[in-house]
């Protein structure tokens, strides 16, 4: 059965960082773009970050650039997000999602329509 599962969210101070992870079962995650999503209470889903075949070719929104760093770990088969410097407006729900290589991140990755497999999503709450 092919799922994706988050973890690593939760409450922290604004400046400080979080890690979250996206393990992947019944298929593999190299074989297909990545996206990261989030969606505050009353907002629409926001593509977060974008990254397919390596880590250079990885697109990031502006509101997150400099502060989050995607990156993949193929012997688990999992995908992470650091996020450091958070604040208060990255407050969301974060869900991760898979999509068809060739190419997805290049030009309207951020819409959520182009992923094929989606986590759950795990809370992130930035507060002081």
């Known amino acids: 059965q092919v799922q994706l599962v988050e973890s690593g969210g939760g409450l922290v101070q604004p400046g400080g960082s979080l890690k979250l992870s996206c393990a992947a079962s019944?298929?593999?995650?190299?074989?297909?773009?990545v996206g990261w999503f989030r969606q505050a209470p009353g907002k629409e889903r926001e593509g977060v970050v974008c990254?397919?075949?390596?880590?250079?070719?990885?697109y990031y929104t502006d509101s997150v650039q400099g502060r989050f760093i995607a990156s993949r770990d193929i012997a688990k088969n999992t995908v992470t997000l650091q996020m450091n410097g958070l604040k208060p407006e990255d407050t969301a729900v974060y869900f991760c999602?898979?999509?068809?290589?060739?190419?997805?991140?290049?030009?309207?990755?951020?819409?959520?329509?182009?992923?094929?497999?989606w986590g759950q999503g795990t809370q992130v709450t930035v507060s002081s």
């Open positions: 990254f397919e075949y390596s880590d250079e070719n990885t």
């Open positions: 019944g298929f593999t995650l190299d074989d297909y773009a």
């Open positions: 999602a898979t999509g068809i290589l060739g190419p997805l991140c290049l030009s309207g990755w951020a819409e959520p329509t182009r992923y094929n497999h």
